[in-house]
């Protein structure tokens, strides 16, 4: 007999005589020659209850079953006596899979999010975190599908590289030298003695890569993890995440800031039709105003703000901010929330930042000052999407790669690209985390992640 799901078990409009479900026990209790247990096996969030009869063979093994237990049921699924639920099953048969010890960490009460990060490798079994990752999982399909109905093509670009796309520096390094015992020439470390030959780090982004593949391509995307060895402890930092990043050729800031505000909406939508009763949970117990806030995300025209206009609206607010803000200096989270949550209670888009603030590879404007750079924020998270057009014209390019110090050799590859037939294009990074935050209201980023890297945390 084939093992049929709960979540397809429940949509059945008509009972059933035959049945096979397999799972793990959330609850048991006994009555007077009956056995309920309730029994999950991950696909829904709901449990479905096992009525058994003490005269079913193993009936004394039964009631022995503990939280966590595995069982297999054999059974009919019909239609429940009891409130709250339309079916439940009639065990013929259970067998006992495994039989948990009175230790088990998950008990029918609620744990804190911290409790449950030490045990993030049983945190999947419980209704929030189930939940959380099964949205995490439709999520990543309705991504793919995004694109793939607007004809992008996915790559996948390195995970090892020997550039830093962001210039800042903070990157994993990967060695295959014997720490114990390094090479040492000239009174620094030989890494012409290394793997590679070369220093290597783990990337933090896929956009330099992903650009190769625009211009040859047309419409690309990739969806995969990045690095950064950012020493911070904060809600909305990890070590290691997913972006999504998408690059688009002929395509100018304006094409970019309206993929942007698009996927959002798309995927904002999507969750709210297709993960209905997961996303009811977090509006219930993690986020009285989730709906709502989704709801404006998905329908609301984002507004278009330069970062000129942005920061005089922040300069004029009579909010008390932590951070200083004038021209020039990075807009914060606060500032972000301020403009989304305040100002104009919704999404907000703001572009043409300082060049002195951002990466080598986005367009100078005509104005020399600023670049065509795009912030999508949103509220709750603040910044969720980060990209630019990228500066195609090579004379422009090397000029800018001198302006902030960088040796332009590692990066031979990347100005070839602008010899040979260079066009116009434009790209983001999606944060996949910051996304997921403010589709289940979940504050953590700790708590969208399966085994989260932060530092001082990498035990599972």
Not at 364 to 392: C, F, H, K, Y
Not at 432 to 441: Q, V
């Amino acid at each position: 007999m084939e093992r049929i799901k709960i979540f397809e078990l429940l949509k059945s409009e008509t009972p059933i005589e035959q049945i096979l479900i397999k799972g793990w026990v959330r609850t048991r209790r006994d009555s007077k020659g009956f056995s309920f247990i309730e029994v999950n096996d991950g696909s829904s969030l709901k449990n479905v209850q096992v009525v058994v009869n003490d005269s079913v063979d193993n009936y004394s093994e039964i009631k022995k079953l503990t939280t966590g237990s595995a069982v297999a049921i054999r059974g009919k699924l019909v239609e429940s006596k009891g409130g709250g639920q339309r079916w439940e099953i009639q065990a013929e048969n259970i067998d006992i899979v495994h039989l948990a010890p009175d230790s088990y960490p998950l008990q029918k009460k609620r744990h804190t999010d911290e409790y449950l990060r030490t045990i993030a490798h049983l945190r999947p079994r419980t209704n929030k975190y189930g939940a959380a990752f099964r949205i995490r999982s439709e999520v990543s399909y309705a991504i793919h599908k995004f694109f793939k109905d607007r004809g992008f093509r996915y790559i996948h670009t390195p995970i090892i590289t020997g550039s830093d796309c962001e210039g800042a520096g903070e990157l994993f390094q990967v060695t295959a030298l014997d720490l114990n015992n390094l090479p040492v020439k000239e009174g620094k470390i030989d890494f012409q003695e290394d793997f590679f030959g070369k220093e290597a780090n783990l990337t933090v982004s896929g956009q330099l890569s992903a650009e190769m593949f625009c211009l040859g391509l047309g419409d690309v995307y990739t969806f995969g993890p990045t690095f950064r060895a950012e020493n911070s402890n904060t809600r909305r930092h990890a070590a290691e995440f997913w972006m999504i990043e998408p690059e688009m050729a002929f395509c100018d800031n304006d094409g970019n800031m309206d993929l942007g505000e698009e996927l959002v909406k798309h995927l904002t939508t999507y969750v709210m039709q297709e993960c209905t009763e997961d996303l009811e949970l977090f509006a219930k117990w993690v986020d009285k105003n989730l709906l709502s806030t989704l709801e404006n995300t998905a329908t609301s025209d984002y507004i278009r703000l330069p970062y000129r206009e942005a920061v005089d609206i922040l300069k004029k607010s009579a909010q008390k901010f932590e951070y200083d803000v004038h021209f020039g200096s990075d807009l914060q989270t606060e500032h972000e929330r301020y403009l989304t949550e305040r100002h104009f209670k919704k999404p907000v888009i703001v572009y043409d930042y300082p060049k002195a603030i951002k990466p080598f590879y986005m367009r100078v404007n005509d104005d020399g000052e600023t670049v065509a750079a795009m912030d999508v924020l949103v509220p709750n998270i603040g910044e969720i999407i980060g990209g630019s057009q990228r500066e195609e014209r090579l004379e422009m390019l090397e000029a800018r790669m001198d302006e902030v110090g960088m040796d332009k050799t590692p990066y031979w590859w990347y100005l070839d690209a602008r010899r040979y037939g260079s066009v116009p294009h434009s790209g983001f990074g999606l944060g996949f985390e910051r996304l997921l935050m403010l589709i289940t209201g979940i504050s953590n980023i700790r708590d969208v992640i399966p085994f989260p890297r932060t530092p001082n945390s990498i035990e599972f």
